[in-house]
């Protein structure tokens, strides 16, 4: 079983930047692969970057050069920096954890972006 928990979203104007956290307990981080996800209001949930275990990353074609997601193993702690912020990336923002058969999700955290 693994525990996520989310920080570090809020409001901030078009351009300026956040950086959310996500501290997972329960397990051994290290074997986890970590994404972010976003819910806008009114839409699916969407991929928008995935670090796994590997060290390979990829993201989502709206967010390639802005935002760029690390881990950090021995905090257990996936981070998701998010800079040039736009209105469009407004929206509840999920850590994921997947490993096999297991998949875990954060409660999630809200970035508002105004323009």
């Known amino acids: 079983q693994v525990q996520l928990v989310e920080s570090g979203g809020g409001l901030v104007q078009a351009g300026g930047s956040l950086r959310l956290s996500c501290t997972a307990s329960g397990s051994i981080f290290s074997l986890y692969d970590m994404g972010w996800y976003r819910q806008a209001p009114g839409k699916q949930r969407e991929l928008v970057a995935v670090?796994?275990?590997?060290?390979?990353?990829q993201y989502s074609d709206s967010v390639k050069g802005r935002f760029t997601i690390t881990r950090d193993n021995a905090k257990n702690t996936v981070y998701l920096q998010m800079n040039s912020l736009k209105p469009e990336d407004t929206g509840d923002y999920y850590c994921n954890a997947k490993y096999l058969d297991w998949n875990y999700w954060g409660e999630g955290t809200r970035v508002t972006v105004s323009s």
């Open positions: 670090n796994m275990r590997g060290g390979f990353t």
